[in-house]
């Protein structure tokens, strides 16, 4: 068993309005030094195979076809593998 | 008129009513809705894909809906020519299933907006605008959260040069690249847009804008 740990963030050439909402609050908020802050979606989930190439495929297609939308998104994942220290 | 007009509903979808409404009691044709469960399309040669939230636009809206039973029919349907009519979640399972090219993200103000707009006709040489006049300007409303339409350049490109872009803003709303409204797909046979048509057809409702468009699709079957 492994656990998978996804980031989908807007491609940096993608206006965030979000991210720049949150950024003028920080700002006026004192945080002066804060920059670039980008909004995204982390997705957790548990892969039931017996090795880490086969989790990786398995989470690699699900980011492609579902997870995200690469018109507008870019995704990257760590797979860890259930009980290893 | 031998249009079969197919209204899918999904889980969320609020529009779907208004458009079988218009279809069936306006325009008079043979109208069904569809189940997103449903494995096919059946006798239909009209597909619409309502506005709405369907499946709550988890994840991103219709990444969802596009992986749906009937979708998979619709695909095969609109690959092989059929008509399909996006309407605001509609245009954005479009987009996610990629029968039209782009996405639609988060308007630039973050603001679900809704009220009418004013719309020009970029192109009547389609079976989707062939009732307006070239560059008329109609009036229809938007209500949508996520109605920022964008592409790459190349993309952008392709629609302009090809013609695919048939309604552009004539005060963008919500950000859209190239004031873009809604687009066909490059055998034009596929129309994603985010104005509801299907809410100004009823003349007892003050206009008939949308209406145009419906019956000319209804009326392009033949």
């Avoid at chain 1, 309005?17 to 002066?32: A, F, V, W």
């Avoid at chain 2, 109609?138 to 309604?167: K, M, Q, V, W």
Wanted: overall charge negative.
């Amino acid at each position: 068993m492994f656990t998978a740990k996804i980031k989908v963030t807007l491609r940096k050439t993608i206006l965030d309005p979000q991210g720049k909402t949150i950024e003028h609050s920080l700002h006026s908020m004192g945080y002066d030094k804060i920059s670039y802050t980008r909004i995204g979606k982390y997705i957790e989930m548990k892969i039931d195979v017996n090795s880490i190439e086969e989790a990786t495929v398995i989470v690699n297609e699900s980011c492609k076809r579902l997870l995200s939308n690469p018109v507008m998104e870019d995704y990257e994942f760590e797979i860890i593998q259930n009980g290893a220290a | 008129m031998n249009a079969k007009v197919g209204v899918v509903v999904f889980p969320g979808s609020n529009c779907d009513h208004d458009a079988y409404y218009a279809f069936k009691e306006i325009i008079k044709t043979d109208t069904k809705f569809l189940w997103h469960k449903d494995g096919s399309i059946g006798d239909r040669n009209i597909i619409i894909l309502p506005g709405g939230f369907s499946y709550g636009d988890y994840l991103r809206c219709g990444a969802i809906s596009r992986f749906s039973n009937i979708m998979q029919d619709v695909v095969r349907f609109a690959n092989n020519g059929g008509i399909v009519i996006g309407i605001c979640n509609g245009f954005q399972i479009l987009c996610e299933s990629g029968l039209l090219p782009g996405t639609l993200m988060r308007n630039v103000d973050l603001k679900f907006i809704c009220k009418t707009v004013s719309l020009k006709v970029e192109n009547n040489k389609s079976i989707f605008t062939s009732n307006y006049g070239i560059k008329e300007d109609i009036n229809i409303p938007i209500a949508h959260g996520d109605g920022n339409y964008f592409c790459d350049e190349d993309t952008l490109t392709d629609l302009i040069s090809n013609n695919r872009i048939l309604f552009r803003y004539n005060d963008n709303p919500n950000g859209s690249i190239y004031d873009i409204a809604g687009i066909q797909n490059e055998k034009r046979n596929v129309l994603g847009m985010m104005p509801h048509p299907e809410r100004v057809s009823d003349s007892t409702l003050g206009s008939t804008d949308g209406l145009k468009l419906l019956r000319g699709v209804a009326e392009s079957v033949l």
